[in-house]
């Protein structure tokens, strides 16, 4: 049988366009992801129906517009161009968002008609988490069974002490490195602490106790935090970042239940009281820039922190296109598509 590789990207999605409507589509198909807000579905459509849908989209549609791009959302064109740069004839990549377009079942579709055999599917996230790696996984895999059941798959797993992508983080930092800098803060995106409870196979081991991330657990395999702590603490020995030199943090929580601490708005507004009055923040649970760090970051957090007394900001890229970052996405396909 001739093989017909083919390779699928995996990310968040974005919104089809600034305008309120479009916004309010993708956070509706956002927030009923049972992984997402996982309470009941009566439950979880009157929350976002009735509290979040009639006030947050117009928010989110002024957020959306400040980072904007002539095209378009700067998460779905950084990731198409990514796609462009490893897409072969001989190997063609796809590229899917789990929310909006390109959806998941169109690619999927377009993955059929091009009679690939052998699909390596690669999501974006360098931790688990169940609403971010787990969703799109599974929605990926259920809608590949159920289109195409005959295919081959292979799923790149979290990578988040993957050597190379340690050193592309780094690479990427040590420019802003080079100037004088008090504080790395190393943001990540928050979930709710109820979801590392969820995703621990022991439901014993989690948020138990002060230093469960660092105590060695099969539960690590799926717990967020502790992959969020060990990608930040590589990264800083690869950069030369000392220990006492940079902190871990979470933003981007919703609602009122506890979120991962510390949070990293709050930590923005202590930081210059406690001395740090020139800032680094890395965000690296996003390989590409997008809402979270060009607008929440780089915009928002700078305010907060220049308004409580700090004195120079500045967000280190994503990883986006930069080479480091191309080259090991390029050697782990080369690397599955050998062995097929």
């Not at 030199?245 to 991962?260: A, C, E, M, N």
């Not at 020139?278 to 970051?297: N, Q």
Request: with cysteine; proline share 8%.
């Amino acid at each position: 049988m001739t093989h017909r590789p083919g390779v699928l990207l995996l990310n968040l999605g974005s919104p089809s366009s600034t305008e309120v409507s479009s916004v309010r589509s993708y956070l509706r198909e956002f927030l009923m992801d049972g992984r997402v807000l996982d309470a009941p579905k009566p439950i979880r459509w009157m929350v976002v129906n009735g509290f979040i849908l009639p006030f947050r989209p117009k928010s989110s549609a002024e957020a959306y517009g400040n980072i904007w791009t002539d095209e378009g959302s700067p998460l779905l064109v950084t990731s198409e161009h990514v796609r462009s740069h490893l897409h072969r004839e001989d190997l063609p990549v796809f590229l899917a968002m789990n929310y909006g377009e390109p959806s998941i079942p169109g690619e999927v579709a377009r993955i059929r008609e091009a009679g690939i055999t052998h699909l390596y599917v690669m999501p974006q996230y360098p931790h688990y988490a169940m609403s971010s790696y787990e969703t799109v996984v599974v929605k990926a895999m259920e809608e590949l069974r159920n289109q195409t059941p005959e295919i081959a798959t292979t799923l790149l797993q979290p990578f988040y002490q993957d050597e190379d992508y340690l050193e592309a983080a780094a690479e990427v930092a040590r420019p802003f490195l080079e100037e004088p800098y008090d504080m790395v803060l190393f943001s990540f995106h928050g979930i709710p602490e109820r979801h590392l409870r969820k995703t621990d196979p022991s439901h014993a081991h989690c948020l138990a106790t002060e230093d469960c991330c660092e105590k060695c657990h099969p539960a690590h395999a799926t717990c967020y935090r502790h992959q969020c702590k060990v990608s930040a603490r590589l990264t800083a020995e690869r950069a030369g970042i000392p220990p006492e030199k940079y902190q871990v943090t979470f933003q981007s929580r919703l609602g009122r239940d506890p979120w991962l601490q510390p949070y990293t708005d709050k930590t923005l507004e202590a930081l210059p009281a406690q001395g740090v009055k020139r800032l680094l923040v890395a965000c690296p649970a996003f390989t590409a820039d997008c809402l979270e760090t060009l607008e929440e970051i780089s915009m928002e957090g700078k305010e907060t922190f220049l308004e409580a007394g700090g004195e120079s900001f500045h967000q280190i890229p994503c990883l986006n296109e930069h080479p480091r970052w191309l080259q090991m996405l390029r050697d782990r396909i080369d690397q599955w598509a050998a062995a097929l």
